[in-house]
């Protein structure tokens, strides 16, 4: 797995993932815990947070869903993090593996690992993927 190292830019991607759950952090309610930042190759911008739910969705695809709704379609880099006082980088869970390995299965994915964070390209956090026949 090719893994790289931070670049300034990526460690504001991280605070802006945290601005973007901040104000919103609900941590007794569970609605909004989580929220993402998620770069283009324009260097533009997208932030998303939670929607909790028994079907409710993660911050990573409400990010994506404001990217696309805004023509976006070149996708660097993209982050999750925990609201509250430590705002730790969160992991994909399984089906945002799948999400981002569809639709940019060649950004960059900010996770941490025993060395600290690092990133790691989409398609290879879910290896074996499920593929839709059409
Ligand atoms: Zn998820």
């Not at 006082?85 to 025993?114: A, F, K, S």
């Not at 390209?121 to 059409?134: C, N, Q």
């Amino acid at each position: 797995m090719e893994k790289r190292a931070l670049e300034p830019e990526d460690y504001e991607l991280i605070e802006i993932a945290r601005g973007a759950i901040a104000p919103c952090y609900d941590g007794e309610g569970y609605h909004h815990t989580v929220g993402c930042a998620l770069r283009c190759a324009d260097g533009k911008i997208y932030r998303g947070v939670n929607v909790y739910s028994i079907h409710g969705t993660c911050a990573e695809p409400v990010a994506i869903g404001a990217a696309v709704m805004d023509g976006a379609r070149d996708f660097d880099c993209i982050v999750a993090v925990r609201g509250g006082e430590r705002g730790e980088i969160m992991p994909p869970c399984g089906n945002c593996r799948q999400i981002l390995g569809d639709y940019m299965p060649d950004c960059w994915v900010i996770v941490e690992d025993e060395e600290g964070p690092c990133k790691v390209r989409a398609k290879e956090l879910l290896p074996f993927p499920y593929r839709a026949e059409y």
